[in-house]
């Protein structure tokens, strides 16, 4: 992706979680220059890869596939700090975040949304043996109510509304009606080892450095 996209993109999130009253902590803002200022005490910001990430998993076509979240907390995947993760994520409206799994990670997928927010649909397999997709039905947890749905079944979440993905549940999800608000709230979250995507895919883009960098992304402290 190239850098004046990066900027552009994360500048766009910004403004949408601050129209919809998502207030972000301050080191959302911070420059580079005030991520070269700080010392150890930023230490668990670098260490769990907190703030920025935004991806086109390496496709170059980011309105159609890909995805901008800011990691808020999480802990580490070797055990200490907190056992918990969080992320809001902003959804553009028919942007895909394509098929993959977790292994290790269970997470609450939130629709945080209000009036004019998208709604988020989220299609859903189980995992065969050989990381293939399972042809047998889906059995999901939406706000503590047990829902049962075919092979790639769809979800569909309104405002307020979430389900639990455990793990090796194959999702692919996008927003639809407008950009979606929406949170994930979690086990320990390990974006280097823990995703599994049906077509094997990098999690993290390449950047074409064609302008500075007005917020730095999570890989990049």
Request: with cysteine.
């Given at each position: 992706?190239?850098?004046?996209?990066?900027?552009?993109?994360?500048?766009?999130?910004?403004?949408?979680?601050?129209?919809?009253?998502?207030?972000?902590?301050?080191?959302?803002?911070?420059?580079?220059?005030?991520?070269?200022?700080?010392?150890?005490?930023?230490?668990?910001?670098?260490?769990?890869?907190?703030?920025?990430?935004?991806?086109?998993?390496n496709l170059g076509r980011f309105n159609s596939l890909g995805l901008t979240l800011?990691?808020?907390?999480?802990?580490?995947?070797?055990?200490?700090?907190?056992?918990?993760?969080?992320?809001?994520?902003f959804v553009r409206e028919n942007q895909v975040t394509p098929f993959h799994y977790?292994?290790?990670?269970?997470?609450?997928?939130?629709?945080?949304?209000?009036?004019?927010?998208?709604?988020?649909?989220?299609?859903?397999?189980?995992?065969?043996p050989d990381g293939s997709l399972a042809q047998t039905a889906v059995t999901v947890?939406?706000?503590?109510?047990?829902?049962?749905?075919?092979?790639?079944?769809?979800?569909?979440?309104?405002?307020?509304?979430?389900?639990?993905?455990?793990?090796?549940?194959?999702?692919?999800?996008?927003?639809?009606?407008?950009?979606?608000?929406?949170?994930?709230?979690?086990?320990?979250?390990?974006?280097?080892?823990?995703?599994?995507?049906?077509?094997?895919?990098?999690?993290?883009?390449?950047?074409?450095?064609?302008?500075?960098?007005?917020?730095?992304?999570?890989?990049?402290?």
């Amino acid at each position: 992706m190239k850098r004046s996209d990066l900027n552009k993109n994360i500048a766009e999130a910004a403004a949408f979680f601050a129209e919809n009253r998502f207030i972000l902590p301050p080191y959302a803002h911070w420059t580079a220059e005030e991520w070269r200022q700080c010392g150890a005490e930023a230490g668990e910001l670098r260490a769990q890869r907190l703030g920025w990430d935004v991806t086109d998993f390496n496709l170059g076509r980011f309105n159609s596939l890909g995805l901008t979240l800011f990691t808020l907390r999480n802990g580490s995947p070797n055990g200490g700090g907190k056992a918990y993760a969080e992320k809001i994520m902003f959804v553009r409206e028919n942007q895909v975040t394509p098929f993959h799994y977790h292994a290790a990670k269970t997470e609450d997928i939130i629709n945080r949304g209000g009036i004019g927010t998208g709604r988020l649909v989220v299609q859903l397999y189980n995992s065969a043996p050989d990381g293939s997709l399972a042809q047998t039905a889906v059995t999901v947890s939406c706000d503590g109510i047990r829902r049962e749905v075919e092979a790639g079944g769809i979800v569909t979440l309104g405002p307020g509304e979430s389900i639990t993905l455990t793990p090796y549940l194959y999702h692919q999800f996008h927003a639809i009606d407008s950009h979606g608000l929406i949170g994930e709230v979690s086990s320990v979250n390990d974006d280097a080892t823990d995703n599994y995507f049906l077509d094997p895919l990098p999690r993290f883009p390449v950047i074409d450095e064609d302008e500075p960098a007005e917020r730095l992304l999570c890989t990049e402290y």
